[in-house]
């Protein structure tokens, strides 16, 4: 493991730098369009573009992988986004914005693809869970980072989105000097969403509450933090503290799904996320002191952001070593599907019942998914016998992910309802 990891620096360095350019630009357009006027319905539409892309992405760039290889891809799809960050710089309307931001998505699913696919090459069968958990504790760290930098900048100005473009371009570096190294790839093959729901209907409907969840929590909480009045730099650390909260509590859950049924951790994280975030909702602005806020939000995302990689080892729990890879991308595409709607409804919800309406509706989204767990808790057979580790994996994951789980798994899945 230690020499794959040796071997890889150079990705995860560079994944580093594409997720904190990522993190800052997500949080910078939400503040940038609420200064130039924009509606909160019209900024969570703006955002939503970013994971409408990505599905897209999750479609077109395994097949343009495999027809340019990764080493071409993964230069025109760094380069065009570069470029959309840029560009954000020169217009002022909601509808080049959204086009930029589906832009965004459809080539950092590329990237995704290629950077996951290239790991798996330098990857074990005994080192993939590992390597796999690096790498994603690694892109949220980055998210989390990235929020820092808007204290170093006004968002009123061309810095911030120069500092974007950059990190996006100099994150080509150590990719391409490691060009020699690429894998051959070939596209998965899908399995549909009415096949998955058999295997497992938790997995399915865990994935796209999780994703109306997460997308509300990125995007719509700086919405909150200028609701409450908060200059840029701590809306920057309202984000980054969720974020930070949902990479340290990733490992503890899934070790612990890992020894008791998935279904329950779910039904326990969830089912508490429901009081903290009413008790966040009545508590309102803060009066000078950040520190009981940051620390909720960061619970918050502790709670929250790490079931989706429960739901994911719960699946595979449940399926043949041969129905991975497939019903991984299916289940990213179900996510994605459920981040489309959490910057509509998180952002309608801030706007239409002012900044506790983030919150009541988290809590409504996770009451739904400890529900669900519970029901599946009460329906569904017993646990399958753990074939996956749960390990810790970022809401930008993509088909080219579910590589690099494939083979880290029992040599015996089993089938059934769960």
């Excluded at 009413?278 to 009066?287: D, E, K, Q, R, S």
Aim: proline share 5%.
């Amino acid at each position: 493991m230690w020499a794959a990891i040796r071997t890889s620096w150079p990705l995860f360095f560079g994944m580093s730098l594409l997720m904190v350019g990522n993190g800052l630009l997500v949080t910078l357009l939400t503040i940038r369009a609420t200064e130039l006027g924009f509606g909160e319905a019209v900024i969570g539409l703006v955002q939503a573009a970013y994971p409408v892309g990505t599905l897209l992405g999750c479609l077109v760039a395994p097949r343009l992988v495999a027809r340019v290889g990764h080493v071409r891809t993964f230069a025109a799809l760094a380069s065009t986004a570069s470029t959309a960050a840029l560009i954000h710089m020169v217009t002022v309307d909601p509808w080049s914005w959204g086009a930029m931001r589906m832009l965004a998505g459809f080539c950092f699913a590329g990237l995704y693809v290629v950077a996951e696919s290239w790991l798996n090459g330098r990857a074990t069968n005994d080192s993939r869970a590992s390597l796999l958990s690096i790498y994603f504790v690694i892109q949220t760290g980055g998210l989390a980072l990235g929020q820092t930098l808007l204290r170093f900048s006004s968002p009123e100005g061309i810095v911030l989105f120069v500092v974007v473009s950059v990190l996006i371009s100099i994150s080509l570096v150590p990719i391409l000097v490691t060009a020699d190294a690429s894998p051959a790839f070939s596209a998965p093959e899908w399995i549909s969403i009415g096949g998955l729901f058999r295997l497992s209907p938790m997995a399915l409907s865990g994935a796209f509450l999780n994703g109306v969840a997460q997308g509300a929590l990125y995007i719509a909480l700086a919405l909150y933090g200028q609701a409450i009045g908060l200059a840029a730099g701590p809306v920057g650390a309202l984000v980054g503290f969720a974020t930070l909260g949902g990479m340290l509590f990733q490992f503890p859950l899934g070790r612990l799904s890992d020894r008791i049924d998935r279904r329950l951790v779910i039904t326990v994280a969830a089912g508490l996320g429901v009081p903290l975030c009413l008790a966040l909702a009545v508590w309102g602005a803060p009066a000078g002191n950040l520190t009981p806020l940051y620390a909720g939000v960061a619970l918050l995302g502790g709670l929250t952001l790490p079931i989706y990689s429960i739901c994911v080892a719960h699946m595979n729990d449940h399926l043949k070593p041969g129905q991975i890879v497939a019903a991984s991308g299916t289940l990213v595409l179900v996510l994605g599907a459920g981040i489309v709607f959490g910057p509509i409804l998180g952002s309608l919800a801030v706007g239409r019942f002012g900044p506790a309406g983030l919150f009541h509706l988290l809590a409504i989204v996770q009451g739904l998914t400890a529900a669900s767990a519970l029901l599946r808790l009460w329906r569904g057979r017993a646990p399958a016998e753990p074939s996956a580790t749960a390990v810790a994996i970022s809401h930008q994951a993509t088909p080219g992910a579910a590589l690099l789980g494939s083979d880290a798994s029992a040599e015996d899945g089993m089938t059934g309802e769960g």
